[in-house]
């Protein structure tokens, strides 16, 4: 991509570090002027998948560069990355040191893109990257001490701790909660109705907030139903309320572990003036989506006012608006994911003791989706074609689409596949329009500050690291493994 009196390709024994730049803020037109092009203008290409996301892929030398972008005909920097000011006025700037690990640039065949893919990367630049032994591309990160590591989580951990879990309440909006005496079939209406996966449960009698219903809790009664009848019928679910469930499961669960009673579990809450730490805390341990934020005017915990549900979500915006204009202070967020242990990945070739990434193919049934969100403990499973290519996510709170028109009325769980089930959803297969809440990816090069914006944005609760240009899954973050990670449990 660069004229031959550029081209550092060609001076002999020059190391080459295939470089990547992006402008993740959209735009009609990007381009990328820098040191290293004789500072002419050269295209980028927005990411299939990120249609706000421009790249190129880069080879230079070790050593200082400096950039700028060229945005629908206006010059631009990129505020969170290094910059200082020039003679051309604010400029990027990379330092590329020297590492001993870096091997010197090998001839190889050229090989055609593949079918479909609109990623504008020098052929040539992009195969000199280096090629470590599990075939996966070596690009030349950041890397940091552990010491900045440590004052990184410390930093992040001590805001979480000084902001109280009030903070997180919207100034307008509203709070769902079910009545545990309604049947299980209208809770299932109201929460595919509102859009929502979860709901706190009012035990009118008892004067108090007993629990909560969840996309899981249908998951798991249409699995036990279905036990008893090749489909699910209305009056089935007609005659179980929510109460009645509640305590079905407590058996069932009780069963499963080999006990010989039935303890219900507590419900998980937590006050406004918690701070933010202990209620992450409490998500994380417990495997709970959200924790309602409850209040109580009174000491004997009566009248209780249910002012928020808590998600990871919330509190990670609060985290990424406080550090958006300090995030070169944080050293760990300028990494790329790839180079920390977060998410989860798919196993290199003779890797035996990592958790492995749980796929499906469109003709999966939709018993063995739920089947292994239950028994895999995972909130979503992505669904990939024969190549392994990203196709769409199912999760969890699909589930709650087969409300829709009743249903789950007239579907077996064996013979209705994953690609039918996701045709019942009001967005089928979108999974490459950014702007919709349905299906989100990254690159394994990303940093971990813009990860973590992502998943800030409400309805997000997971990427999909894919292969730029093919889509092909490498694996997933969600919003815990962020957690896990900042909080280092």
Request: aromatic fraction near 8%; include cysteine.
């Amino acid at each position: 991509m660069y004229p031959s009196d550029m081209d550092f390709a060609r001076e002999s024994g020059t190391m080459l570090i295939p470089t990547r730049f992006e402008w993740p803020y959209g735009g009609r037109s990007v381009l990328i002027s820098g040191s290293f092009t004789g500072w002419t203008q050269w295209p980028m290409t927005p990411v299939e998948g990120c249609p706000t996301v421009f790249q190129t892929i880069c080879s230079l030398p070790p050593g200082y560069h400096q950039y700028k972008f060229v945005v629908d005909g206006e010059w631009r920097h990129d505020e969170h990355k290094p910059f200082g000011s020039s003679n051309l006025g604010m400029v990027n700037t990379i330092l590329l040191a020297r590492e001993a690990n870096y091997i010197p640039a090998m001839p190889i065949p050229q090989i055609p893109p593949g079918p479909g893919s609109n990623m504008d990367v020098d052929n040539e630049a992009f195969h000199r990257v280096v090629r470590v032994s599990d075939s996966t591309l070596y690009e030349p990160f950041l890397r940091i001490s552990e010491a900045d590591l440590e004052m990184s989580q410390h930093r992040i951990a001590s805001f979480m701790s000084m902001h109280m879990a009030y903070e997180l309440l919207p100034e307008s909006g509203k709070v769902i909660a079910l009545d545990v005496d309604l049947p299980v079939k209208q809770a299932f209406h109201i929460l595919h109705e509102q859009g929502i996966s979860m709901a706190p449960l009012w035990d009118f009698l008892r004067g108090k907030f007993v629990g909560v219903l969840s996309a899981l809790d249908f998951i798991l009664i249409m699995r036990e139903l279905g036990n008893h009848g090749s489909n699910l019928t209305e009056e089935e679910l007609e005659t179980h309320t929510i109460s009645a469930w509640k305590e079905a499961k407590s058996y069932l669960n009780s069963q499963i572990n080999g006990q010989g009673s039935s303890v219900p579990r507590r419900l998980l809450h937590a006050g406004p003036n918690n701070n933010l730490k202990e209620v992450a805390l409490k998500i994380l341990q417990s495997g709970v989506s959200t924790v309602p934020i409850i209040h109580s005017p009174s000491e004997d915990a009566s009248n209780p006012q249910l002012l928020h549900l808590a998600s990871l979500s919330g509190i990670l915006k609060c985290i990424c608006r406080y550090f958006r204009h300090s995030s070169s202070s944080l050293p760990v967020l300028q990494l790329p994911i790839c180079a920390i242990p977060v998410g989860t990945w798919v196993p290199k070739i003779g890797e035996t003791n990592q958790r492995p990434l749980a796929t499906l193919r469109p003709t999966a049934s939709l018993s063995a989706a739920l089947n292994l969100l239950i028994q895999g403990q995972v909130s979503s499973i992505p669904i990939v074609d024969d190549n392994n290519s990203l196709l769409d996510v199912y999760s969890r709170s699909d589930i709650t689409s087969l409300a829709k028109d009743n249903i789950y009325t007239h579907i077996n769980l064996e013979e209705t596949t994953i690609h039918q089930a996701l045709q019942y959803r009001e967005d089928p297969f979108t999974t490459y329009d950014y702007g919709n809440q349905r299906c989100h990816m990254c690159l394994r090069s990303d940093p971990l500050h813009k990860v973590m914006d992502r998943l800030s944005k409400p309805g997000v609760r997971r990427l999909v690291i894919v292969e730029a240009g093919s889509k092909c899954v490498e694996g997933i973050i969600s919003l815990s493994d962020i957690f896990r990670f900042l909080l280092g449990i």
